[in-house]
């Protein structure tokens, strides 16, 4: 086994963009994705071992909306799609950015907030974890919110992952999976400590 060390060299516009990564994606192509902490979104060319980066510029409105990226997920139809601190946003093919709208939460894509986990079933439904709750986009491009079993329960993902037709949701306040129902069921509620 070897490793090789990734790090943002000072001056070197080839480098890593920034060292505080929350996410790696290796996409269709086999190709390596990294994100993080005011590192906004960085390509790895494996050949050179150079890095393309995408980032937030304020004169551009088709930049990424936020270097702060916390989370990456492919669907099949090729699509990117970026979690930021400011919402979610989809790659387009010539290296731009859609601003995605949630029409249940508003009108603008900063009405997401911050979306803090992705994932993509094996039905390409792209789940979303936002400031605002879990959301599910359909294939279709339709939105549907996921409810929690118990309304007391608090809803904010930090992961959302799964295995065939089961999607297990990682909050502050325990670990939920979604029933055949819908909604998030609070996962061995007496056995799992409240943190």
């Known amino acids: 086994v070897e490793f090789r060390n990734f790090r943002h060299v000072s001056g070197d516009p080839d480098s890593l963009a920034g060292n505080g990564i929350s996410s790696l994606l290796i ?13 906004g979104l960085n390509l790895l060319d494996a050949t050179t071992g150079k890095f393309d980066h995408w980032k937030h510029d304020p ?3 088709g930049s990424l909306v936020s270097e702060k990226v916390w989370a990456l997920a492919q669907t099949a139809d090729g699509s990117l799609w970026v979690g930021t601190r400011f919402g979610l946003d989809r790659m387009r093919a010539d290296g731009s ?3 995605v ?17 992705l994932y993509v079933d094996p039905r390409q439904r792209l789940w979303v974890g936002s ?17 929690p079993a118990d309304p007391a329960q608090t809803v904010d993902a930090w992961r959302i992952d799964g295995n065939g037709e089961e999607v297990r949701i990682a909050t502050v306040r325990g670990l939920l999976v979604v029933g055949p129902d819908g909604r998030a069921h609070r996962v061995a509620r007496d056995a799992l400590p409240d943190t």
């Open 97 to 99: 950015f859609e601003h």
């Open 131 to 147: 400031a605002h709750g879990i959301f599910r986009r359909d294939a279709d491009g339709s939105w549907h919110q996921v409810l």
């Open 27 to 39: 996409d269709r192509q086999g190709r390596l994705w990294a994100a993080g902490l005011d590192a």
């Open 59 to 61: 004169a551009n409105p």
């Open 101 to 117: 709208v949630n029409p249940l939460l508003g009108p603008a894509p900063a009405d997401f907030g911050e979306v803090a986990a």
